[in-house]
T-cell receptor, first 115, second 110 residues
Framework: DAGVIQSPRHEVTEMGQEVTLRCKPI?????LFWYRQTMMRGLELLIY????????DSGMPEDRFSAKMPNASFSTLKIQPSEPRDSAVYFC?????????????FGPGTRLTVL | QQQVKQSPQSLIVQKGGISIINCAYENTAFDYFPWYQQFPGKGPALLIA?????SEKKEGRFTISFNKSAKQFSLHIMDSQPGDSATYFC?????????FGQGTTLQVKP
């Protein structure tokens, strides 16, 4: 089992540029989560999907952030335009289903640096 | 009310000692309390979890103690080893979402 796959692992970009982060969940998992981790704010849930449908995007910081899940095996998180305060590690996680007993498996993360 | 407060921020323990990390919450609707372990450069991974109707859960050297009336729970790592050096996050689950504490960086000295 390859686990959750994220790409790229590292991204350095300049302020104002568009950034796209990618995630492939574990095969058979129906729920997908995007998190952001910073020293100041810790680990925050941005958005989650169930069966490819966005369920809760209340954690998305502003309209510059958008996420899509066009099929069960792929999701993207896009930031346009990017700002230095978006610098963080972004994690994707997946689980079999929504529910407390369904363990969330995290990917290795994408470290984003916006200059 | 959605917050989970975690302490201490960092912890240094000698090999063989007991590591204790504490968390507190306000929202009594939280219905599941997992702990995650994160090594540098890796994503968090589930370590152990407890439901609020249980006061203690033990898995190997790791134990969660849960005090429902005080709205507090803690992670105890017995016989701490250098390989336990990592960041630990408590979390609380509600309505499909995990709310994480700020994390505790544990260093176990050989």
């Amino acid at each position: 089992d390859a686990g959750v796959i994220q790409s790229p692992r590292h991204e350095v970009t300049e302020m104002g540029q568009e950034v796209t982060l990618r995630c492939k969940p574990i095969s058979g998992h129906n729920s997908l989560f995007w998190y952001r981790q910073t020293m100041m704010r810790g680990l925050e849930l941005l958005i989650y999907f169930n069966n490819n449908v966005p369920i809760d995007d209340s954690g998305m910081p502003e309209d510059r952030f958008s996420a899509k899940m066009p099929n069960a095996s792929f999701s993207t998180l896009k930031i346009q335009p990017s700002e230095p305060r978006d610098s963080a590690v972004y994690f994707c996680a997946s689980s079999l289903a929504i529910g407390e007993l369904n363990e969330q498996f995290f990917g290795p993360g994408t470290r984003l640096t916006v200059l | 009310q959605q917050q989970v407060k975690q302490s201490p921020q960092s912890l240094i323990v000698q090999k063989g000692g007991i590591s204790i990390i504490n968390c507190a919450y306000e929202n009594t609707a939280f219905d599941y309390f997992p702990w995650y372990q994160q090594f540098p450069g890796k994503g968090p991974a589930l370590l152990i979890a407890i439901r609020p109707d249980v006061s203690e859960k033990k898995e190997g050297r790791f134990t969660i103690s849960f005090n429902k009336s005080a709205k507090q729970f803690s992670l105890h790592i017995m016989d701490s080893q250098p390989g336990d050096s990592a960041t630990y996050f408590c979390a609380a689950f509600l309505a499909g979402k995990l709310i994480f504490g700020q994390g505790t960086t544990l260093q176990v000295k050989p």
